[in-house]
């Protein structure tokens, strides 16, 4: 039944843009965040809640404008570049933030992205300021696009990588490093007296989640062409934790699930009404609390599993 | 020198007064009910809103000006009356003793409310009245010329910070608001109302969001987006001075505002990063902020 | 035009049947995308142009549209961020009912939709994207800026200066932390400094887009003692810098300019003598501008519908809507009254020179507008409760603007004494 379900989402997703062309683009950054909430839902996972996800986002966004700039113009090369600076970003920030639970990890992490964010909406001789910098065309395996050939192909790439990272970050989450995760929201101390490094399992889930947000990262400068601070701003951390809030953080599919529902759903509600943060609000806050797994575990449900 | 020092002096406590207000309620709010609120942001520009609408309202019905100052605190009273008690009862009780996710992300949804809510009342034209600001004329320091309504924020961050402090530490409701945050399922079992005491704290969280809106509009106005701007800054003062204190807020509010008085004399570049680069160097050296302390792990 | 409602309904009924095959056939509506801020600190600049927008569509429409063709507006909200913009522009564009778009408000936006126009081959008029930044390699073939741009824009407030006060030693400069403040900035700078070797600049801050606090600004700039005060703050930002330099002494102890001051006189109280032009030479009352019955019932209609008068950001935008009629009007011309395709009307804007509400846009090859400057100085007016321009002059747009292809900097810094010497005096205008 999930089986079939899931392969009907995917011949919907890769038929869509055939349907109708304008989605395209509004999918592909769906995809993009999606990666980004699903990086925050890996750290959910343990428990951990971060408010500042975004500016891994915006690394990668950045690392993939300096290097264009610099004259690396292959999708590849971009992608994993851009994937690998958020990474290490992550392994550098996180070293400092695992020592830290609740409250305080979801401060810390604030702060960490509003000094990116004011940093770079600051040096406008470096970072283009709030105006952002242009992120060229680069070619595609090899080949040389133009941007509608480009944006396809994008577009597929990251239907592709989603499948496949997905069902990376599902092995892992499967796997005892990703018990131990669980393991420390349900019992931390206990995981300690256990000998479990917890610092080091949480580590390594920053990191992947952090990488997780610079594959978003890369996939969102690349379609948008333009970067901007504004990546790095809280209110898009808020969003990336209530995309994968929304989308239900019981498994991999739900963040996805989340962030395309929510584009799709912006795109048709811009046109009939400007009062989206007023309707998205009361989503959120009634998915809290009537709908407790998200729209994934509805599907579970429905799918007839137990949630 | 000093013709460089007094005039930096007078703009860090200025700006101080001001940041102070933003962050005051969020640290309070949290101390008690260990909830950080995203919406706090809102219920200042709501503040602000609400103070400009009622000064022009007094300026356009011939009323004498000087009512424009108890309007001020009138202004952040209705908006606290009308808040508070319904957000707190409504809302966030629902959020206590569940994770941290699920109370940032109610009060961000409320935020997301809030702000659109503020949009439909309001319009999206910036809206200012700045009676309080011109009665009270200027004086000259140090060779500039300083509003007297900046010198008299400086003086009333003062009394709240002091008011605070007596309220809850010489006053039976403050003494109940004290048991409750040392521990609340004690204070529970000893008979205290503690939904009483949330409703209240929550109240006088909003106020004082309220009235730090209220008191900027004479000098800045209301405008839109005023509420998440505000809410990162409120942030990173609370989290300087440690969430939940206080003299930490205050401390941390002269540090941030003589920081960005700083920056903009001999670096403007860095004016608006100063109060993070503060944040962070502080953070790294004492995570919980200069008066928190860490919290006790239980099993 | 008799036949415009029959036309119309044809029209209707064509497009119904099948709309992509017959696509130079007349369109039952004429889709164009208009995007402005409507919320946030900006919109204070971006509803007045929006509300000129509605007017002029409503009038043009009342008229028979254009061709026979009613126009049909489509308002995208700019404030919901540039991602957020892109994404609908794309999707306005990629539909091929909206022939036209008028984008965008900010800079930011602009250089973020210029390289998506020419992907997606979709005329867009830039009603306000003023960044000298835009059109630099020349090759634009879509996007247009018939508005003008901040070289002549600020080298124009230079002038005024020098001429109003030949004996300016130092300056400060207080502008928002973007590419326009920056801009403006660096060409006010090299102008001044090209124009007046001596001049020194004592303070130079950029506040943050959005501030509500210029109280240390204004401390530091009182501190630095300067014979003037240049700003293009806007919007909200400007209202509250003007709110609370006044009081402190601000305007009276230095010459004050400010560049986007026309914005607010009916917002705030601006004192007189405050230098302020608008972009350009969109003054409502200007002479030319009340000369043109056309721009006179426009303001009338304005003020009756809003409740206040146009300002500069409204003519702006009212000017691109005139611009992109004669454009649609020459290109239906020259097809012998077929209905252009998107080319064929980028061509038509392509050189072209338009009479617009308060003067004329010349278009040059590099889709770069020229337009006249007004500059001139608040006054107290006995006809209206606020302060209106006065002392005005009208600086020809073509001499100052930096010949096609130059380095505009570059160009604004060989400035001489003499090129001020040569430009009409302040007063001179009216």
């Known amino acids: ?162 499948v496949g990272v997905g069902y990376g970050v599902q092995r892992y989450l499967a796997s005892p490093l990703g018990h131990a995760l669980s393991a420390v929201h349900t019992n931390e101390l206990r995981l300690e007296y256990l000998g479990v490094p917890v610092r080091i399992v949480l580590l390594i889930a920053y990191t992947v989640s952090a990488a997780l947000a610079g594959i978003g990262g890369a996939i969102a400068a690349m379609a948008i062409g333009h970067i901007l601070p504004e990546f790095a701003f809280w209110t898009a951390s808020g969003h990336l934790v209530l995309v994968a809030v929304l989308g239900g953080i019981g498994g991999v599919a739900g963040p996805f699930i989340g962030s395309l529902f929510l584009e799709v759903l912006h795109t048709v509600a811009v046109g009939v009404t400007d009062a989206w943060n007023l309707i998205i609000g009361v989503a959120l806050i009634g998915v809290i609390f009537f709908l407790p797994s998200g729209l994934y575990g509805l599907i579970r449900r429905r799918g007839g599993e137990p949630a | 020198m000093l013709d460089t020092l007094i005039p930096l002096a007078v703009d860090g406590l200025a700006s101080a007064a001001l940041i102070f207000f933003v962050a005051v309620g969020l640290t309070l709010v949290f101390s008690v009910l260990r909830v950080l609120n995203v919406a706090h942001g809102s219920f200042y520009s709501i503040g602000a809103y609400v103070a400009a609408s009622v000064g022009l309202w007094i300026a356009s019905a011939g009323l004498n000006p000087w009512l424009s100052f108890p309007a001020l605190i009138f202004s952040a009273a209705i908006v606290a009356a009308l808040f508070g008690p319904l957000v707190e009862s409504c809302l966030m009780r629902w959020t206590y003793g569940k994770s941290e996710a699920i109370q940032i992300l109610v009060t961000f949804g409320l935020f997301l409310i809030l702000e659109d809510l503020q949009r439909i009342v309001f319009g999206v034209s910036s809206l200012a009245e700045d009676t309080p600001m011109l009665l009270l004329g200027s004086t000259q320091i140090g060779g500039v010329v300083y509003l007297n309504y900046q010198l008299l924020l400086i003086a009333l961050a003062v009394v709240v910070v002091v008011g605070l402090r007596v309220l809850l530490t010489k006053t039976r409701i403050g003494r109940l608001v004290t048991a409750v945050v040392a521990d609340r399922e004690m204070a529970q079992s000893i008979g205290i109302n503690t939904n009483r005491v949330f409703i209240l704290s929550f109240s006088l969280g909003v106020f004082l969001a309220a009235l730090g809106g209220a008191l900027a509009t004479p000098t800045a106005g209301a405008a839109p987006g005023l509420g998440a701007e505000t809410m990162v800054l409120a942030f990173a003062v609370a989290a300087i001075g440690g969430l939940g204190q206080i003299e930490g807020a205050a401390l941390a509010a002269i540090i941030v505002g003589l920081a960005r008085v700083l920056a903009i004399y001999f670096a403007p570049s860095l004016d608006a990063v100063a109060p993070y680069i503060v944040m962070l160097v502080v953070l790294l050296i004492r995570p919980y902020g200069l008066f928190g302390q860490a919290p006790t792990r239980r099993i | 035009m008799i036949k415009s409602g029959w036309m119309t309904a044809l029209a209707v009924s064509l497009g119904a049947l099948a709309a992509p095959a017959f696509a130079q056939e007349k369109p039952a ?253 969109g003054w409502w009352m200007s002479p030319d501008a009340r000369a043109n019955p056309e721009t006179k019932s426009f303001v009338e209609a304005y003020q009756k519908r809003y409740g206040e008068y146009p300002v500069f950001p409204s003519v702006k935008m009212a000017n691109a809507i005139v611009y992109m009629k004669a454009a649609y009007e020459a290109a239906l011309k020259k097809n012998g009254g077929k209905w252009p395709s998107r080319d064929e009307l980028a061509d038509a804007m392509r050189g072209s020179t338009v009479k617009t509400l308060t003067g004329t846009t010349v278009t040059r090859k590099d889709n770069d507008g020229l337009v006249d400057q007004i500059v001139g100085v608040t006054q107290k007016s006995a006809d209206y409760k606020f302060p209106v321009i006065g002392g005005m002059v009208r600086y020809k747009g073509d001499a100052l603007m930096p010949p096609q292809g130059e380095d505009a900097i570059k160009w604004v810094g060989a400035l001489t004494p003499a090129f001020l010497a040569a430009q009409p005096k302040p007063g001179s205008y009216k």
Not at chain 1, 28 to 36: P, R
Not at chain 3, 115 to 141: F, M, V, Y
Not at chain 3, 163 to 168: A, I, L, N, S
């Open chain 1, 1 to 162: 039944m999930r089986v079939a379900l899931f392969l009907i989402a995917l011949v919907v997703l890769a038929l869509a843009p055939v349907a109708a062309p304008w989605l395209q683009f509004v999918l592909t950054l769906a995809i993009a965040k999606g990666f980004a909430a699903l990086g925050v839902a890996v750290l959910l996972r343990g428990g951990l809640i971060s408010i500042g996800h975004a500016m891994f986002y915006a690394v990668s966004a950045y690392a993939i404008a300096f290097l264009a700039r610099a004259g690396v113009n292959e999708f590849v090369l971009l992608l994993l570049l851009g994937t690998l600076a958020s990474a290490v970003a992550g392994l550098v920030v996180g070293a400092f933030l695992v020592r830290y639970r609740a409250i305080f990890f979801a401060m810390l992490n604030l702060a960490m992205s509003m000094v990116l964010y004011a940093l770079i909406s600051k040096l406008y001789g470096i970072t283009g300021g709030t105006d952002g910098m242009r992120v060229a065309v680069p070619s595609f395996f090899g080949l040389t696009l133009d941007k509608p050939r480009f944006d396809t192909a994008l577009y597929y790439a990251g239907i592709v990588l989603m």
């Open chain 3, 29 to 281: 509506s004429l889709g164009v995308g208009v995007l402005t801020f409507t919320s946030g600190p900006a919109a204070a600049y971006g509803m007045p142009g929006k509300n000129a927008a509605e007017l002029m569509i409503d009038e043009i429409n009342a008229k028979g549209g254009i061709g026979g063709v009613p126009l049909k507006a489509t308002y995208v909200d700019e404030a919901q961020g540039t991602q957020g913009v892109i994404a609908e522009y794309r999707r306005l564009a990629d539909d091929k009912t909206n022939q036209v778009m008028i984008a965008a408000l900010s800079s930011a936006n602009c250089l973020a939709l210029a390289p998506l126009a020419e992907q997606l081959q979709a005329p867009t008029i830039g009603w306000n994207c003023d960044t000298h930044q835009l059109l630099l390699d020349g090759k634009s073939r879509y996007y247009f800026r018939p508005n003008g741009n901040t070289i002549p824009e600020f080298v124009a407030y230079a002038l005024y200066l020098l001429q109003q006060k030949p004996d300016v030693k130092r300056i400060a400069i207080v502008n928002p932390d973007y590419a326009f403040g920056h801009d403006a900035a660096l060409i006010f700078k090299t102008a001044m400094k090209a124009l007046k070797p001596d001049v020194e600049v004592v303070a130079e801050l950029f506040p943050k887009l959005g501030s509500a606090n210029f109280q240390t600004e204004i401390s530091k700039l009182s501190a630095s003692r300067p014979d003037v005060v240049f700003s293009n703050l806007w919007g909200a930002d400007l209202e509250n810098f003007v709110r609370q330099a006044q009081p402190r002494g601000l305007f009276s102890s230095s010459q004050v300019v400010l560049a986007l001051g026309e914005t607010v006189l009916q917002r705030v109280a601006l004192p007189e003598g405050v230098i302020v032009g608008v972009l350009g030479d």
